[in-house]
């Protein structure tokens, strides 16, 4: 289904095209964007409150600045939405999060106009810092630089190093803070509060206004003027907020706050802003969902709601006549609070993530024994260590791509002193259409790689149960357990906790003709392949090996001298992963079999359906049926 643009939005195929509009032309723009994005979403999906939020914003930013020249950095890039759309991708904006389509976040090989590819949070005030630096290095003196984040993603620690360097560095870089008090969930920090005190200061905003009004009047009169009034503005804002300011502390010049939804008055700031050499912030208020009441009611629900009635705001969900099986995220946030009731000793632990962790359900419990920390994973893993020094029991839970943003805490916080702390990575394996910057695609080869680390991932909902069960009672080191996003294959999934031993996988099904051996939920598909290789009179054993490390060498033993054709399967990349572990165990034994490895291989993963990358990186049921086929058929390794 083609959306149509409204008659002003359907005329604008580059920023090019806004630097002549008039002060109600852009008014008038601002409307037709959103509700072009609104149309969109509620059709095709997507993320959606973010890009409601900043529409003002993105309009008179590419206004004002001469992008692609001037380099315009989104953090995360939850909120480009607006941005694509006004950069030449208007037509192809249905295509949006599908497979092949228009990724969901700024990308450099997309468009000129993405001048950095994000997806992770914090990460906009370096990228800029960085391209600043570089065009003072060149000569490029009349080049902006522009970073747009957000409160949340202010949080963390990467954004404030960068504004430590920034202070010092003397480059033209603005950074624009998108203050809509949230994240994905309720903004958590200090920081928040700090900002609230700024932007609900009556009577600062009062002086800031006839700040900016002598700004205005007195600019003419060149530089001097307006470091006056620059100095002026900063002893106010001290003197009446009764703290020093965060950000010219840092060496920032710090300007605002200003209503991020009157875009006139945006024009008018930012070509101020423009002209004012070296690093500076403005402070930004915005609503995120602005525009749409639901939205701007129920931030988190409309972060990313997917499908929903535009005119009633009712949220599509697909009606099932039977029950279904849960999401992996939900077992793990009620299993943890099982386990909770019956050990005081277990506290949970997430990064900004309460609701896609499904740790919100132990927050609401047991809030004094469940925190979200911000964004700010290295702090969650090392806060975990602390807790775990005083015999406490943390399961700290960070998407799989996250992780990787606290891979030195957990080798040198966790792994080096032994601590029991327990990694549980959602969103393990492909993550579907968030693309490469979500996907789990490493945790497997980081993990293995660490000595006293337990590396494991369950093949369904109760082993899922059973793992967490096992690692909390596991107190000789630290216990990883990674599980895929989506939903499981269990509808009757509340099953008695059991303990595994560690390091023990099961024998699903022997057989004769091949084996697969699997790592995780990839599990289920090899079951549907062996039923089909059964058909077609192929005996294929499978394994569910549970760990990658310990790996279960008993077992292995085993399947070694009774198989010479094995496949290994796992959703993971294939460098370092499960199957090399597999194959390093036949080598260190001398065993000689004919091994095939099936997982993500040696490249970046697009965005898609997880069905589509399964296909894509061939590890689907019927790659998993052409590996079997294609080793039964081959002559025997000798």
């Known amino acids: 289904m083609q959306i149509t643009p409204g008659p002003l939005l359907s005329k604008i195929n580059s920023p090019e095209d806004l630097k002549h509009l008039r002060d109600v032309e852009l008014v008038q723009l601002c409307d037709e964007l959103r509700d072009y994005i609104v149309d969109h979403v509620s059709i095709f999906g997507g993320h959606f409150g973010a890009s409601l939020g900043v529409v003002e914003l993105t309009v008179a930013l590419h206004h004002v600045f001469r992008t692609p020249y001037d380099q315009l950095v989104w953090d995360v890039g939850h909120q480009a939405y607006g941005h694509k759309i006004l950069t030449g991708r208007k037509e192809k904006f249905h295509t949006n999060r599908v497979y092949k389509g228009l990724s969901g976040f700024p990308k450099r090989s997309e468009s000129e106009y993405d001048a950095f590819g994000v997806g992770h949070s914090s990460t906009s005030i370096s990228a800029a810092l ?54 994905i969930d309720p903004n958590v920090g200090a920081l928040k509060d700090y900002l609230t005190d700024i932007t609900t200061s009556q009577t600062y905003n009062k002086f800031r206004d006839e700040i900016w009004t002598m700004l205005g009047k007195i600019s003419k009169f060149g530089p001097n003027a307006r470091d006056i009034v620059a100095k002026f503005e900063g002893s106010v804002k001290s003197f009446l907020l009764k703290q020093s300011n965060l950000f010219e502390s840092l060496n920032l010049r710090y300007f605002g706050p200003v209503d991020g939804h009157d875009v006139n008055h945006l024009v008018h700031v930012l070509n101020d802003l423009k002209k004012i050499p070296g690093p500076k912030i403005l402070h930004c208020v915005t609503v995120k969902g602005k525009g749409y009441k639901l939205a701007e009611e129920d ?86 260590a602390g807790l775990a020094t005083q015999g406490l029991t943390p399961f700290c839970n960070i998407y799989s791509s996250f992780m990787q943003r606290a891979y030195d805490q957990v080798v040198h ?76 294959v269990m509808p009757n999934w509340r099953t008695s906790l059991k303990e595994i031993e560690i390091g023990k996988g099961r024998c ?66 294939l460098m370092g992963g499960f199957g090399s572990a597999i194959v390093e165990f036949m080598s260190d034994h001398q065993y000689h079999a004919n091994v095939i490895r099936l997982g993500m291989p040696d490249k970046i993963v697009e965005h898609g359906e997880q069905s589509e990358l399964y296909t894509e990186c061939g590890y689907d049921t019927m790659a998993m049926v052409a590996a079997a086929k294609k080793l039964v058929s081959a002559s025997v390794l000798v």
Request: hydrophobic share 40%; aromatic share 6%; proline share 5%.
């Open 130 to 183: 960085g391209m600043a630096m570089a065009s003072k290095h060149k000569g490029e003196i009349d080049r902006q630089h522009i970073a747009v984040i957000g409160d949340g993603a202010m949080t963390g620690g990467m954004a404030f190093e960068a504004m430590n360097h920034a202070g010092v560095s003397n480059s033209n870089l603005l950074i624009i803070l998108n203050d809509n008090c949230m994240s």
């Open 299 to 384: 931030q988190t629900t409309w972060h990313a709601p997917g499908k929903f009635d535009k005119i009633t705001g009712e949220i599509h969900k697909t009606i099932r006549d039977k029950p279904q099986p849960p999401k992996y995220q939900d077992v793990f946030g009620h299993t943890l609070v099982e386990l909770a009731k019956a050990d005081n000793t277990i506290m949970g632990i997430t990064p900004a993530m309460p609701s896609g962790s499904s740790l919100n359900i132990m927050m609401q419990e047991m809030p004094d024994r469940a925190f979200d920390v911000g964004i700010a994973e290295q702090h969650a893993v090392t806060f975990s």
């Open 413 to 488: 916080d966790v792994c080096i002193q032994k601590l029991p702390v327990v990694l549980c990575m959602d969103r393990a394996g492909v993550a579907g259409a968030d693309g490469p910057t979500h996907h789990g695609a490493y945790d497997i080869a980081y993990m293995r790689c660490l000595p006293h680390m337990v590396v494991s991932a369950p093949m369904n909902e109760e082993e899922l149960r059973n793992l967490m069960y096992t690692a909390s009672k596991y107190k000789q080191g630290p216990f990883s357990i990674r599980y895929p996003r989506g939903n499981g």
């Open 508 to 573: 699903i099904h022997e057989g004769t003709d091949v084996a697969f051996l699997t790592f995780g939920t990839v599990g289920n598909m090899a079951e549907e392949a062996r039923k089909m290789l059964a058909h077609e009179g192929v005996d294929a054993a499978l394994y569910d090996m549970r760990f990658a490390k310990p790996l279960d060498e008993q077992m292995l033993h085993h399947i070694f001298k009774t198989h010479t054709r094995i496949i290994t399967v796992e959703d993971g990349c």
